[in-house]
């Protein structure tokens, strides 16, 4: 069995949220303009989490999506011949909006970039934002988070997965030796 090793419990990950959500606030120019993203799997799932908790701080309903980004990465044909592609969910108009994008964690950037490149598909934001519960560097490319949970210190080869409760029945990030 590899070897597994607990970063975050479920109240560290609930704090860091709310922690994340007043930061997101702080840093929009208008929040009557703002929408979020959640970038599948496990960054919709945050998005969701992100949005009640702004909601319930402003006041305010904002609109949140989900964006697939299978078609989009630069990998996809190493990793399948046919890549499983999920539908993205935006139902409002990225024109001129500030969106945040979620994401569970930040390495190479690669996800980052695949998913402005998905959303630019559906208009031109005002701006984009970068938001990730786990930063753990190695970047590929000149992309940052903008607001971040926790920064991780891993080797490359390792892995840092982040279970939800919605899709893996807890709420936990870990690393395993292994990537």
């Known amino acids: 069995m590899k070897e597994k090793r607990v970063i975050l419990n479920e109240n560290e990950i609930s704090r860091m949220l709310t922690r994340m959500a007043y930061e997101i606030l702080e840093k929009v ?21 992100l949005k009640k908790i702004m909601d319930e701080i402003a006041g305010f309903d904002f609109p949140i999506g989900e964006i697939d980004i299978n078609l989009y990465r630069d990998d996809w044909t190493r990793i399948s011949a046919q890549p499983e592609v999920k539908e993205s969910k935006i139902y409002f108009s990225v024109d001129d909006k ?62 840092v997965n982040v279970s939800v409760k919605e899709a893996d029945g807890e709420d936990l990030v870990f690393i395993t030796g292994e990537n």
Do not use: C, W
């Not at 303009?33 to 599948?40: D, E, K, P, Q, T």
């Not at 490149?117 to 753990?136: E, H, K, T, V, Y």
């Not at 992309?143 to 926790?150: L, M, S, T």
């Open 29 to 49: 120019s208008a929040q009557k303009n703002l929408a979020i993203v959640g970038i599948y799997t496990r960054g919709a799932f945050l998005a969701k989490r």
């Open 98 to 159: 500030e969106i945040i994008l979620v994401d569970d964690v930040i390495f190479t950037g690669r996800t980052t970039r695949a998913a402005i490149d998905a959303l630019l598909d559906f208009g031109r934001p005002s701006r984009i934002m970068f938001a990730a519960l786990i930063d753990r560097d190695h970047r590929e490319l000149p992309i940052q988070p903008d607001v971040k949970g926790r920064f991780i210190e891993t080797e490359k080869n390792e892995r």
